[in-house]
Each structure stands twice: as structure tokens, then as C-alpha cells.
């Protein structure tokens, strides 16, 4: 299917254990990024890429890793889990140039995953 | 950091107008997003505003002032189906240009 899907869903993980949340998109968009929504918060950044072998920091980026080898997918990796980063997380990709106005560049979000760090 | 501050919860009326503000700090500003959360659900996009002026999209309509830092999502003839989270995120050109902010976002409850 077309699109862009995260998984898993639903994760339950306990302190210090690692976790992977994948994300693939079938629209061969350069641009891929991860972010997390906490109430309160909003959505923060947490990394992004420009495209396959390129990933840069956003506004939180301690604590978690990511690659891209190919550019349908970008893994998000949270090598020793802590209960601070329980959270819900979205993958967004969208394409170098804009669908739209003036440069756009609209993001199209994955339907989230919910991680429990407890 | 860049501060973009929008209300917390709204209430409507179904059939009505509701105005969802946002404000922001100016300097740098290179474009500003509009996007729908519905509970549970991922953002989707609704518009997007980098001149001054009104972007009209059916019931939905955007107006930006760059001088004064401030936008306005306006919503026509309320439905149920509007209930969700509305969520305001600016671009700044300080960051890569592809890196938004995002406001925490206001949550519209719209009654019959």
C-alpha cells in the first residue's frame, strides 16, 4: 500500500532495554523526520534526513540514534530506554520540492507510535 | 527557542465560526503550517501561509501578519467532525529549512 506506515503501534518496553521504531514511506520523499508529542509539548523534532546516508539533529535528539540506508525507510532507535521518553512518536516524510505554494514542503505523518517506558 | 503560543482548549458551537490564534516570534519567520489532529489520529495538513493575507480552502481560511508575528486559523460552519486538535507550526530559516516548530496545539470542542 501507498504510503507511510510506522510500526509497531503499540510498544511496551521496560528501562534500559533497546527499542526500534520503523518507519517506511512508498512516495521516494527525500526528506524523512521524527518527532514525538507530549502533552503540553507538541510536537518536537527529534531527527530528520535530507536524504539516504544524510540525518541531522533536531530541537531533542539526546538518547536516540537513527540511520538511512535506503531512502523508504528510517528507523528510530532508543538505545537504553528511559521512562522520560515515553511518548507517542511520528515519522514524516515530504518531498525536496513542494506539492505546493511557495516552497511549501507539507508534511505527511505516520499514524504514530505509542511507546510506554516503564 | 522560537515561542508559538496558541490556546490550550476551545469550545463551539455546531453551525458556528470559531477563530484559533497563533503567535509567534518574527524574526526569522519562512512560512507557517496549519495542521488537524484528531484524537488518536496523525496530523494531517490544512494549510499554509507565507505572504501576508487571507488563504481561503472551503470552510477553512488562514490569515497571516508577518509584521505582527500572528496567525489565525478560521473555521466556518462548524461540524462535529471539526472536534480535533489544532496544531500551528512555523518554519524559521535559522534551522534547516525543512525543521517546523510546532505549537502544543488547541484542542476545539464543537457542540450541538
Known amino acids: 500500500d501507498a504510503g507511510i506506515t510506522q510500526s509497531p503501534r503499540y510498544k511496551i518496553t521496560e528501562t534500559g532495554r533497546q527499542v526500534t521504531l520503523m518507519c517506511h514511506q512508498t512516495?521516494?520523499?527525500?526528506?524523512m523526520f521524527w518527532y514525538r508529542q507530549d502533552l503540553g509539548h507538541g510536537l518536537r523534532l527529534i531527527y530528520y534526513?535530507?536524504?539516504?546516508?544524510?540525518?541531522d539533529k533536531g530541537e531533542v535528539p539526546d538518547g536516540y540514534v537513527v540511520s538511512r540506508s535506503k531512502t523508504e525507510n528510517f528507523p528510530l532507535t532508543l538505545e537504553s530506554a528511559t521512562r522520560s521518553q515515553t511518548s507517542v512518536y511520528f515519522c514524516?516524510?515530504?518531498?525536496?520540492?513542494?506539492?505546493?505554494?511557495?516552497?511549501?514542503?507539507?508534511?505527511?505523518f505516520g499514524a504514530g507510535s505509542r511507546l510506554t517506558v516503564l | 527557542g522560537q515561542n508559538i503560543d496558541q490556546p490550550t482548549e476551545m469550545t463551539a458551537t455546531e453551525g458556528a465560526i470559531v477563530q484559533i490564534n497563533c503567535t509567534y516570534q518574527t524574526s526569522g519567520f519562512n512560512g507557517l503550517f496549519w495542521y488537524q489532529q484528531h484524537a488518536g489520529e496523525a496530523p494531517t495538513f490544512l494549510s499554509y501561509n507565507v505572504l501576508d493575507g487571507l488563504e481561503e480552502k472551503g470552510r477553512f481560511s488562514s490569515f497571516l501578519s508577518r509584521s505582527k508575528g500572528y496567525s489565525y486559523l478560521l473555521l466556518k460552519e462548524l461540524q462535529m467532525k471539526d472536534s480535533a486538535s489544532y496544531l500551528c507550526a512555523v518554519r524559521f530559516p535559522e534551522y534547516n529549512n525543512n525543521d517546523m516548530r510546532f505549537g502544543a496545539g488547541t484542542r476545539l470542542t464543537v457542540k450541538p
Open positions: 514524516a516524510s515530504s518531498p525536496l520540492k513542494d506539492r505546493g505554494r511557495f516552497g511549501a514542503n507539507v508534511l505527511t
Open positions: 534526513s535530507a536524504a539516504a546516508d544524510i540525518t
Open positions: 512516495w521516494s520523499h527525500s526528506y
